[in-house]
């Protein structure tokens, strides 16, 4: 991301438009930032419905400010400064937004207000794309949900999107010294939050699924097609790690355990029984849409959104997301 302008650039055009007060070019240019702009809410705020609300209140405060826009710096970097102070303001207003401990076994990872992300509305500038895996995964949102909002605003501004510490420091209006020492202390926070993973989210990381990922998900979409309990059972790993949002909690489990957590509920019994399933891609990981048909029902209905991490070739880490009657991520309604 540079601040380097050149004649002819969008910084030129969008300061004649401003001057003209030529609404369309306003919108055309600020358009163009839309999608990387609701990824960077995203990861703020970890709800995709808030990311979309808030990167519609960055244009509006936009073009608020538009006689703000000197062309001193990009019109990139301008609108990255609106947003994330956006995403501030509403974090400030939203107690909620902090994860609230509770008495079960890992309530560190305890987002009840988290939402997955189609992949169809991440960027499509190679730039941002080569990256959008590492910085999109669930688990990374999560950890960066239990940073203080300003902290979470740094690391996002230093650690993902690569700003020198000057840069984050002018967008947030604090000091170098004050961005160094927020980024330290969050760095440390993404360490014991996401103990074994790498942490360099800005060296290049495929967003492709691989074979082996995609072999996964069909196996699990299929067990469920056959109501094959042991066969589900084999695909997880024994440390599974699941939430089924929005229940509150992330469980640590065993296959079976969870598997007969699973069937006590009343899945894979009478009414619950008849699946079909989509493979499927969201925040860049594997997942899958499974459908139920109820007994008399002519249609199979959205259930729900399995997201899934797949280490060696079984599901380490189970997310859930409860989806009946939502349009979520532009899947079908019904099969």
């Excluded at 609108?79 to 939203?94: G, H, P, Q, S, V």
């Excluded at 560190?108 to 794309?129: I, N, T």
Aim: proline share 6%; net charge negative.
């Amino acid at each position: 991301m540079t601040d380097a302008i050149q004649p002819g650039s969008d910084e030129a055009v969008f300061i004649a438009a401003v001057r003209s007060d030529d609404t369309a070019r306003f919108a055309l240019l600020t358009e163009h930032h839309r999608r990387e702009l609701q990824v960077h809410c995203y990861r703020m705020l970890a709800n995709y419905e808030d990311a979309q609300d808030l990167t519609q209140e960055t244009f509006l405060r936009a073009w608020n400010k538009r006689e703000t826009f000197k062309g001193h710096a990009a019109l990139r970097t301008w609108l990255y400064r609106i947003a994330t102070n956006a995403c501030l303001d509403f974090l400030e207003k939203r107690n909620d937004r902090t994860p609230v401990l509770s008495e079960l076994p890992d309530p560190a990872s305890e987002v009840l207000y988290l939402q997955p992300y189609p992949d169809r509305m991440l960027p499509e500038d190679p730039q941002e794309s080569v990256v959008a895996r590492e910085t999109i995964e669930l688990a990374f949102i999560v950890a960066v949900q239990h940073l203080p909002p300003r902290q979470r605003a740094v690391l996002i501004l230093r650690d993902v999107l690569g700003w020198p510490a000057s840069k984050a420091a002018d967008a947030l209006e604090l000091t170098v010294a004050s961005v160094t020492s927020a980024l330290q202390r969050a760095r440390v926070t993404m360490r014991e939050q996401l103990p074994g993973r790498r942490l360099d989210w800005r060296s290049p990381a495929t967003h492709e699924l691989s074979k082996d990922e995609r072999g996964v998900v069909k196996s699990y979409i299929d067990a469920h097609e056959r109501n094959d309990l042991d066969g589900l059972t084999s695909l997880l790993r024994h440390d599974l790690r699941f939430a089924m949002l929005p229940e509150s909690g992330t469980l640590i489990t065993t296959a079976e355990d969870a598997v007969d957590g699973w069937v006590s509920g009343g899945l894979f019994q009478r009414g619950h029984d008849d699946w079909r399933g989509i493979t499927t891609t969201v925040n860049r990981m594997p997942a899958a849409a499974l459908y139920l048909r109820a007994p008399g029902d002519p249609e199979y209905r959205l259930f729900a959104i399995a997201v899934l991490r797949i280490v060696d070739g079984k599901i380490a880490e189970l997310t859930g997301f409860d989806v009946t009657g939502q349009p979520w991520l532009g899947l079908p309604p019904t099969l």
